[in-house]
């Protein structure tokens, strides 16, 4: 339950920021407002490591592969595009296509085992139930 409910939280958060940076980028620039996305995400997060754990950031060189330690500039790149999508398509529509993107993405990365994850077998309900995400979409834009 506690999954399911931090999940939720996580795509609600997820849009009310897409359309904070959205506003903000339109106010000052891409790179300005992803940087200080960026530089403000480092400050929290720097705070809450040094109140919660203060564990040596030294055990960053022993993570394998070391491509594991793409995820902050997968990070940028992420805030670059939420930007843009909202900013292009508003951010019903945009929340749409990223989320069923990522539903896609996960789903393939499970199938096929990359990345460390435990290799799933596949299942027709999961791929019927995306491609009504997918109907669903295409109903909203109508």
Known sequence: MWGIIVALVSGIL??????????????????VSSAFVQLTALLVCLAAWWVTDQSSFESLAEVKPSFMLL?????????????KSMDSLGP????????????????????????????QPLEWKKVIGMIISIIGIILFKL
């Open 71 to 83: 995820g902050g500039v997968i990070g940028a790149f992420i805030t670059i595009t939420v930007i």
């Open 92 to 119: 019903a529509r945009a929340a749409m296509l990223i989320v069923i993107a990522q539903l896609i993405a996960a789903y393939v990365i499970e199938l096929f085992g990359w990345f460390g994850v435990e290799k």
């Open 14 to 31: 997820m849009s009310v920021q897409g359309v904070f940076n959205t506003e903000v980028t339109k106010q000052t620039s891409l790179w």
